[in-house]
């Protein structure tokens, strides 16, 4: 059984630009379709879509775990586990501080969805 090298993560694909063009525009590669469908799949559930939102928003460009937990109606446990997914995936950075974690967007990252995602408005008639 041959071994087929590990598809990129997120980062790989964030070091040289956009990985590909908009789907509205070709086929994306098998390759960052693996790499990138774990983010997505991360963003698909409302909690996290909304923590991402909260930390992306957050005005100083990051954001403490004790000002994401009150938003929400959740335990703190499993509004780690949030957390922790969108960490594992790529979506964010984060930086222990005494007791508190404050999380950071990866703007790259962001700009790689969003472009893969990208459509062109049609010309007016």
């Known amino acids: 059984?041959?071994?087929?090298?590990?598809?990129?993560?997120?980062?790989?694909?964030?070091?040289?630009?956009?990985?590909?063009?908009?789907?509205?525009?070709?086929r994306i590669p098998a390759e960052a379709a693996a790499a990138l469908a774990p983010a997505f799949k991360a963003l698909g559930d409302p909690v996290r879509l909304q923590l991402m939102s909260m930390i992306a928003s957050a005005p100083s460009g990051e954001i403490c775990v004790c000002d994401l937990t009150?938003?929400?109606?959740?335990?703190?446990?499993?509004?780690?586990?949030?957390?922790?997914?969108?960490?594992?995936?790529?979506?964010?950075?984060?930086?222990?501080?005494g007791t508190w974690v404050y999380y950071r967007a990866r703007p790259g990252i962001m700009r790689q969805l969003a472009s893969l995602l990208a459509t062109e408005a049609p010309a007016p008639a």
Do not use: W, Y
């Not at 997120?10 to 525009?25: R, V």
């Not at 109606?73 to 950075?93: A, N, Y």
């Open 1 to 26: 059984m041959s071994k087929q090298p590990a598809p990129p993560n997120l980062s790989d694909l964030n070091a040289g630009g956009p990985c590909c063009a908009p789907i509205s525009e070709q």
């Open 70 to 97: 009150p938003a929400f109606d959740l335990t703190g446990p499993t509004i780690s586990h949030h957390l922790k997914t969108l960490r594992e995936t790529g979506l964010v950075d984060a930086e222990r501080r």
